[in-house]
C-alpha cells in the first residue's frame, strides 16, 4: 500500500487556475503510473489524466487536454496537476492514484493505491 495525499483544492472562480499536489508515502513512487481522477457527488468517477514513471509520456482525457497539464517531480516524490481555464463542471473531489502496471489504463478499478482527495469547486 502506497499512502498518497493531495493538496491544493479549493475554490477558485471559472476561468481560474489551480495546481494540486499528490504526495506519495515511501521510497517507491518510480515504481507507479500516476493517474489523477476525479469525482462529483452522485456521479461516476473519471478519469483526467496519467503520467508514466519517469514523466516522459502523459495523457488526458479530452476534456481537459490543453488545460490540464500533469507532471512529477520523482525526487519529491509527488505528482501535480496543473488545471487552467477551470469550468463549473469541473466541480468535484480530484484524486490521485497509483498504477504498478505497464500499459495505459484509464479506468479506476485499474488504479490500486488512492489519496483521500481534495476537493475542487468551480463558480460560475
Known amino acids: 500500500q502506497v499512502q498518497l495525499v493531495e493538496s491544493g483544492g479549493g475554490l477558485v472562480q471559472a476561468g481560474g487556475s489551480l495546481r494540486l499536489s499528490c504526495a506519495a508515502s515511501?521510497?517507491?513512487?518510480?515504481?507507479?503510473?500516476m493517474g489523477w481522477f476525479r469525482q462529483a457527488p452522485g456521479k461516476e468517477r473519471e478519469f483526467v489524466a496519467r503520467?508514466?514513471?519517469?514523466?516522459?509520456?502523459?495523457y488526458y482525457a479530452d476534456s481537459v487536454k490543453g488545460r490540464f497539464t500533469i507532471s512529477r517531480d520523482n525526487a519529491k516524490n509527488t505528482v501535480y496537476l496543473q488545471m487552467n481555464s477551470l469550468k463549473p463542471e469541473e466541480t468535484a473531489v480530484y484524486y490521485c492514484?497509483?498504477?504498478?502496471?505497464?500499459?495505459?489504463?484509464?479506468?479506476?478499478?485499474?488504479?490500486?493505491?488512492w489519496g483521500q482527495g481534495t476537493q475542487v469547486t468551480v463558480s460560475s
Open positions: 515511501g521510497r517507491t513512487f518510480t515504481s507507479y503510473d
Open positions: 492514484a497509483t498504477d504498478p502496471g505497464y500499459v495505459l489504463r484509464l479506468r479506476p478499478q485499474d488504479y490500486t493505491d
Open positions: 503520467i508514466n514513471r519517469s514523466g516522459g509520456n502523459t
